[in-house]
């Protein structure tokens, strides 16, 4: 639970700028990524580091490589919301999130000429930025804090938006094929409509117990 200057719970737009104070730690995050992206207990590392709630004797907290191939699987919009899990690692829209930057990585792996190319690396940038501000909001298991997962699911969103774009801008430089494009497209959607849809649940929610944003 954040330290208000007041009892009641903040609302999103409060959240937002207080967030806007803390962007190095997505910049943290996205730096624990890259260093153990290929660990094993890479999960409970970050989480550690990040100083996020963790427990390390959760065996699904280390993934599996099945796991990470299981991405093309069709993730129903209930499945995104009503995960109800004790980590932010096991929940399905952080797991499609992450298997997004693991599917970019591979993507710049088949092509060299991808790694210094502007709209690629904001593709990637802005991917592993989702993912971070997703880890964020799921990270509060008791929804104790709706305001701040909200404005966290917000930020998340607009990350996804960019790298979207960002997609569209290699299809059209032909830095990518469509066949890349097209798989790549699938997989920035089912993030962002994971996200709305969960923006959404939260928003009922907040409505809920405090009657207006």
Same mark, same amino acid.
């Given at each position: 639970?954040?330290?208000?200057?007041?009892?009641?719970?903040?609302?999103?737009?409060?959240?937002?700028?207080?967030?806007?104070?803390?962007? #190095?730690?997505?910049?943290?995050?996205?730096?624990?990524?890259?260093?153990?992206?290929?660990?094993?207990?890479?999960?409970?590392?970050?989480?550690?580091?990040?100083?996020?709630?963790?427990?390390?004797?959760?065996?699904?907290?280390?993934?599996?490589?099945?796991?990470?191939?299981?991405?093309?699987?069709?993730?129903?919009?209930?499945?995104?919301?009503?995960?109800?899990?004790?980590?932010?690692?096991?929940?399905?829209?952080?797991?499609?999130?992450?298997?997004?930057?693991?599917?970019?990585?591979?993507?710049?792996?088949?092509?060299?000429?991808?790694?210094?190319?502007?709209?690629?690396?904001?593709?990637?940038?802005?991917?592993?930025?989702?993912?971070?501000?997703?880890?964020?909001?799921?990270?509060?298991?008791?929804?104790?804090?709706?305001?701040?997962?909200?404005?966290?699911?917000?930020?998340?969103?607009?990350?996804?938006?960019?790298?979207?774009?960002?997609?569209?801008?290699?299809?059209?430089?032909?830095?990518?094929?469509?066949?890349?494009?097209?798989?790549?497209? #699938?997989?920035?959607?089912?993030?962002?409509?994971?996200?709305?849809?969960?923006?959404?649940?939260?928003?009922?929610?907040?409505?809920?117990?405090?009657?207006?944003?």
């Amino acid at each position: 639970m954040a330290e208000h200057d007041s009892d009641r719970a903040w609302n999103e737009y409060e959240w937002e700028r207080f967030l806007q104070q803390q962007d #190095q730690k997505t910049e943290k995050y996205m730096e624990l990524l890259e260093k153990y992206i290929d660990d094993p207990r890479r999960d409970e590392i970050v989480a550690r580091e990040m100083g996020w709630c963790h427990s390390k004797d959760d065996p699904a907290s280390e993934w599996q490589d099945e796991e990470v191939e299981s991405e093309e699987e069709d993730l129903a919009p209930a499945d995104l919301i009503n995960d109800c899990t004790e980590t932010f690692e096991q929940h399905v829209l952080y797991r499609a999130s992450f298997n997004l930057t693991i599917w970019i990585d591979r993507l710049f792996d088949t092509n060299g000429a991808l790694q210094n190319d502007p709209a690629a690396v904001k593709l990637a940038t802005h991917a592993a930025v989702a993912a971070a501000k997703l880890a964020a909001a799921l990270s509060d298991e008791e929804a104790e804090e709706l305001g701040m997962t909200i404005a966290y699911l917000k930020r998340s969103l607009k990350a996804i938006t960019v790298a979207m774009d960002a997609a569209a801008q290699l299809l059209a430089e032909k830095s990518i094929t469509r066949g890349q494009h097209g798989a790549l497209q #699938q997989r920035l959607f089912q993030v962002r409509d994971g996200i709305i849809l969960l923006m959404g649940e939260f928003r009922g929610e907040w409505l809920r117990r405090y009657g207006s944003l």
